[in-house]
């Protein structure tokens, strides 16, 4: 067992060393250099996590619409939407921008990347970004929000 688990960290770390050389030699012909390969590197890491957490909060946010068009955030002791709830969706809302304003900040730091063809990754970021950015837009015109009590009767 220990012989077929050293094999297997020794076939890992020949598959990291291969690798690793196929990096350079990319680099090499793109005319990076190691430094300029790390910062691009990190730079599309922070635009994963800011998708990730952005697509956190829509998955929260369309949650929480669902829970309005149930009337789920009705205080039953007031037959009034519950503060907790605005509060909470407002919090939602908030963090929306604050994301979207992190996103755009990166894809300017992108766009100074001269070597990177940009025009894809705007397509796609903007096609990201765009549709908070308009959710983001209506509820703060609306805010603090307020979802219609259901109707009585």
Same mark, same amino acid.
């Given at each position: 067992? !220990?012989s %077929?688990?050293?094999a297997?960290?020794?076939?890992?770390?020949?598959?990291q060393?291969? +690798? /690793?050389?196929a990096?350079?030699?990319? *680099?090499r012909? %793109?005319?990076?250099? =190691?430094?300029e390969?790390?910062?691009d590197?990190?730079l599309?890491?922070e &635009?994963?996590?800011?998708?990730d957490r952005k697509e956190s909060?829509? !998955?929260?946010?369309r /949650? +929480?619409n669902g !829970?309005?068009? !149930?009337?789920g955030?009705?205080?039953?002791?007031t037959?009034r939407p519950a =503060? @907790?709830?605005q509060?909470?969706?407002?919090a939602v809302?908030?963090?929306l921008?604050?994301i979207n304003? =992190?996103?755009?900040?990166l894809?300017?730091?992108?766009? @100074?990347?001269s070597? &990177?063809n *940009?025009?894809?990754l705007?397509a %796609?970021?903007? /096609?990201v970004?765009?549709?908070?950015l308009?959710?983001?837009a209506? %509820? @703060?015109? $609306? $805010?603090?929000?307020?979802?219609?009590?259901?109707a =009585?009767?």
């Amino acid at each position: 067992l !220990t012989s %077929a688990a050293g094999a297997l960290a020794a076939r890992r770390r020949q598959q990291q060393l291969l +690798m /690793a050389a196929a990096q350079q030699q990319q *680099m090499r012909a %793109a005319g990076l250099s =190691e430094h300029e390969a790390r910062v691009d590197q990190q730079l599309l890491h922070e &635009l994963s996590g800011v998708l990730d957490r952005k697509e956190s909060l829509l !998955t929260k946010l369309r /949650a +929480m619409n669902g !829970t309005a068009s !149930t009337n789920g955030h009705i205080d039953p002791a007031t037959n009034r939407p519950a =503060e @907790t709830f605005q509060n909470s969706y407002a919090a939602v809302v908030s963090s929306l921008q604050a994301i979207n304003v =992190e996103l755009q900040q990166l894809l300017s730091r992108l766009q @100074t990347r001269s070597h &990177l063809n *940009m025009n894809p990754l705007k397509a %796609a970021a903007a /096609a990201v970004a765009a549709p908070s950015l308009a959710a983001a837009a209506a %509820a @703060t015109r $609306a $805010a603090p929000v307020v979802v219609a009590a259901p109707a =009585e009767g």
